[in-house]
């Protein structure tokens, strides 16, 4: 059975980068394709430095057929360009869902290591705190932060992957249709961890490879420092909101069971 495959890419001044990360991701289309279709979305943010524009010339040229872009109304944040993806994706029968940044900090040959481990799993996390990970070029004030974030997650929702606050994630679609996509409180830094937390409330299985993450060479960060006061707060929402995202779940396995019981 052939599976289909986005990749999607959430891209804000990113015009420095966006060829050159394209190139690499279909460099593994060679070895992907043979039994499978990688297609790739990008969500723009109406960059200023024209991303889009060259976007659209590369999928005439290039990628016919195998590039997608959605144009949003200016910078409304990471999270909801995420979710704006997703639902494509649910929309456009897709099997398994990447989230890569644009900046060649995510490093497609990893593609390879993900597709082999979500046979056995529904969400695959791309991993710098484990053997064979790491983090290059990063000050020690980014290593930090990082560090912190996850351990601060990891100890106030209970979870126990090693890194929760990256964005390379390989998800099955289940988990993305089972996900309330429109409830998600998260927009910035704590979106990946909010995201990692409800899959893992819904009982799916995830697992963890490991990626060397390289900081961007061309353009700029786009963290501010009011995600991270977001990042904060949510985590702890979050936590509150365990029960009732707990019993959502509960109703939701009923209500599969009721449907069964129905049908057979
Ligand atoms: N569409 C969209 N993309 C964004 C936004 N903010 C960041 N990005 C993209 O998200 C990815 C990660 O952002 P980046 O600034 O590299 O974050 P960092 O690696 O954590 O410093 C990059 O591909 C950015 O272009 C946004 O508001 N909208
Ligand atoms: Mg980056």
Known sequence: MKNNILIIVPTYNEIDNIKEILKQIYTQLEYIEQNKSLHVLIV???SPDGTADLVKELQADNYKGKLHLIE?????GLGTAYITG??????NNYDYVFEMDADLSHNPKYLPDFLERIKTSDLVLGTRYMKGGGVVNWGKHRILISKGGNLYSKIILGLPYRDLT????????????TIDLDSIISN?????IELTYRA????????ETPIIFHDRIAGKSKL?????????KNIILLRLKKNTLTKEFKNLSKAYQTIESIKG
């Open 224 to 232: 501010s420092n009011n995600v991270f006061t977001e990042a904060v």
């Open 200 to 207: 893992h409330l819904r009982g799916f299985k995830i697992s």
């Open 166 to 177: 990256g964005g390379y994630k390989c998800f099955s679609v289940e988990v993305l249709k």
């Open 188 to 192: 910035g830094y704590a979106f990946q």
């Open 44 to 46: 723009d943010d109406s």
């Open 72 to 76: 949003r109304e200016g910078k409304l």
């Open 86 to 91: 997703f639902k494509w994706a649910i929309k």
